[in-house]
């Protein structure tokens, strides 16, 4: 649903992948529905619109839907999706607040559907790898990361600075790998978080549109987490983990790839793999086998996120150190 730019890339993964297939199209662009459903052989039945794709209910080649358009429109396509009993992949943010992100997941929950958010980091070998050493005790006891994720965004009309389609600004779009990515690779959930906002350009990055935010978070062990999200900034995307033993650093740590990767003890060096065919096929997995991933990507983990970013707004605002209590 939805035939943008990372559609694009999604629909390319699909076909690289083994478990999936593109069996339908959603779109509200007549001529992609054709240009689309020629290129990946979608018969005309199944290439639906914004108002008529209801009737995948009761279709047995549609398993799924992926919903890939702008993050304020992921909640009431969600809930439609759930409604006609397809399994929901959401693009990140799953949704522009905690309140609608709580509603998808009781949606899908009362529909019996599963809810997946599309968070490609957590299937990527050389970030599973690092994770994976953590465990092993490689790094000792983790102290630091440091997490920063961000680009110079162009073409000020494009949704994405535009608050009642993008619900925020460099946060939701990329500070959220940084979030997200601070979960897993130290490996427990925040406790507190502040958080300072910088502008340079508020013509640009209007009222609830932020361009850059640092952010700080404490975790329950004592580690601490160093933040950057940017729409101002290119090449920032570096993670790096510190423990008492050794260290692991990510560069870049959350593009397309290849994501390259070393420890105290040199390269982690795992080959690199189309991350939205990797993604698709262990999603398949999950939905199918109802198997379970080495880092989760479930509805729940998109909420905690959106309950970060939202205290992390409110800290911007008010200068606080926000708790955090993410159960
Ligand atoms: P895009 O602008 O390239 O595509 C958005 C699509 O949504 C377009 O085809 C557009 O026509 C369609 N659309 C439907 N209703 C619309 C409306 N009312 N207004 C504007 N467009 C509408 O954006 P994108 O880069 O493909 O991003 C889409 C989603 O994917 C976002 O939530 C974004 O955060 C996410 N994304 C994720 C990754 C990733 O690596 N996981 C990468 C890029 C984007």
């Known amino acids: 649903m939805g035939l943008g730019g990372y559609a694009r890339l999604v629909a390319e993964g699909i076909q690289e992948s083994s478990n999936c297939e593109v069996t339908g199209l959603i779109s509200g662009t007549p001529e992609k529905l054709v240009e689309w459903g020629d290129w990946l052989q979608v018969p005309e039945t199944r290439r639906y619109n914004y108002e008529n794709f209801d009737a995948i209910k009761g279709d047995p080649e549609i398993d799924a839907v992926y919903i890939i358009t702008p993050n304020a429109l992921h909640h009431p396509q969600a809930l439609r999706v759930a409604a006609a009993q397809k399994h929901v992949i959401c693009e990140k943010p799953m949704a522009i607040s905690v309140k609608q992100g709580q509603e998808m997941v009781e949606a899908c929950k009362q529909a019996g559907v599963k809810l997946l958010v599309g968070y490609r980091m957590r299937f990527e070998a050389n970030t599973l790898a690092a994770v994976e050493k953590r465990d092993a005790g490689a790094f000792g006891d983790i102290l630091f990361f440091q997490g920063m994720s961000g680009f110079r965004i162009g073409d000020p009309n494009q949704w994405r600075l535009q608050y009642d389609l993008a619900g925020g600004g460099a946060m939701m779009d990329t500070g959220i790998y940084a979030v997200n990515g601070a979960r897993y690779m130290v490996g427990e959930e925040p406790i507190w978080v502040t958080a300072q906002e910088t502008k340079t350009d508020p013509e640009k990055f209007k009222d609830g549109i932020d361009e850059t935010i640092m ?27 510190n423990g ?58 998109g909420l905690q996120d959106l309950v970060i970013i939202e205290a992390i707004y409110r800290a911007c605002r008010q200068g606080t150190r926000e708790e955090l209590n993410l159960g």
């Not at 978070?217 to 090449?235: I, K, Q, T």
């Open 215 to 241: 952010f700080q978070f404490g975790f329950p062990s004592g580690a601490v987490a160093a933040c950057l999200s940017s729409y101002n900034m290119n090449h920032l995307s570096r993670f790096f983990l």
């Open 244 to 301: 008492s033993k050794g260290f692991v650093e990510l560069i870049p740590a959350t593009s397309y790839g290849p994501i390259k990767g070393w420890t105290d003890q040199g390269d982690l060096g795992l080959p690199h793999v189309n991350h939205q065919a990797k993604q698709m096929d262990e999603m398949a997995l999950i939905i199918h086998d109802g198997q379970q991933p080495v880092l989760p990507v479930d509805g729940q983990v």
